[in-house]
Structures are given as C-alpha cells and as structure tokens.
C-alpha cells in the first residue's frame, strides 16, 4: 500500500495514523510508501498495484492531466490490476467550484474522458447515504481490458458527447 498526497502535513497526518503501532495488519498490509507529490507528477513503477484507487482528488485536475495520469498510471498496474475511482458527480455537463478551482464532472463526461484514457467502465456504482443537498457520489471499476459481454449484448452508444475543457 502506498500514499500519494500532495500536501505535506496531509501525507505527515497520514504517516501517523497509519503508522504499525496504530494499526492491526499484517506487515504485508501496511503502508510501504507515502509519496509527496501531485497525481500531474506521479508515475508509479511498472506493475506494482493490484489496484490503483483514487478517490475524491481528480476534481482537481484539467482533462488533459486527467488523460495523462491514467495513460502513466496504467504502467503501474500489475496484469488483470484495476483503477477505482470514486467522485462527485454532476448532473449534466459539468460545475467549476471558483473558491476551490475544482471541477465536478457529470457521469457522461467521466466516461468520456475514460475512454480517451484506454481504459473500460468494468462496474460504476452510485454511493448511497449523503444527503440530497450534496453532489451524487459515483464508483467506477476501470480496467485496460474489455469487459466480457454478456450472451452477445451490444454496448450502448453515446448519443453525446461533452466537449473536453482545455
């Protein structure tokens, strides 16, 4: 397991509270790494992960590093390894957050963006439990492999397509 922040006294919180006296797992289970850096400059070693989970941080980056951190990612994932994403989600189309400079990007737009990466939706998953006044919360599987097709279905077709931001 390893950490990738790029705030430093984020990661130094993170390096205490998990560090082998505060936790009950096995040596193999804990942290090995804790990387201080941007997802815009993190490439990880050739098929090191089983997965790659990344989680409410993509908002953050303008497509193209979106696109480039996955394609440098994939490297990293070990054969049959997955990507799980979890994010806000907009409705449509997609919301700039000025006070953050964050982006919240509808379902339709994440898929597309995806697919510019290489990658597959193996299974997304809508979170359940917040409040109805917040954004949706999404889960998505990716892989760099083609989902099976179940008795011969066709995948779906997109009728629109969002166009990137630049």
């Not at 006294?9 to 096995?26: D, K, M, Q, Y």
């Not at 941080?57 to 490297?75: E, T």
């Amino acid at each position: 397991v390893d950490l990738l922040e790029p705030v430093s006294h984020f990661l130094e919180a993170s390096r205490e509270s998990l560090a082998p006296e505060n936790l009950i797992v096995t040596e193999m289970h804990k942290p090995a790494n804790f990387f201080c850096l941007p997802l815009q400059e993190f490439s990880p070693d050739a098929e090191r992960y089983d997965i790659i989970w990344v989680q409410w941080c993509i908002g953050h980056l303008a497509d193209d590093d979106f696109v480039s951190f996955f394609k440098r990612a994939k490297a990293g994932l070990k054969p049959g390894g997955l990507f799980v994403m979890k994010e806000n989600v907009a409705r449509t189309g997609f919301v700039l957050d000025k006070d953050d400079k964050s982006i919240t990007r509808s379902d339709l737009y994440f898929k597309e963006l995806v697919s510019q990466c290489g990658l597959h939706i193996l299974k997304s998953k809508d979170q359940k439990g917040f409040p109805g006044e917040l954004f949706p919360v999404k889960m998505y599987a990716l892989s760099t492999e083609l989902p099976k097709r179940a008795n011969g279905s066709r995948p779906k077709r997109q009728a629109y397509k969002p166009g990137l931001i630049k």
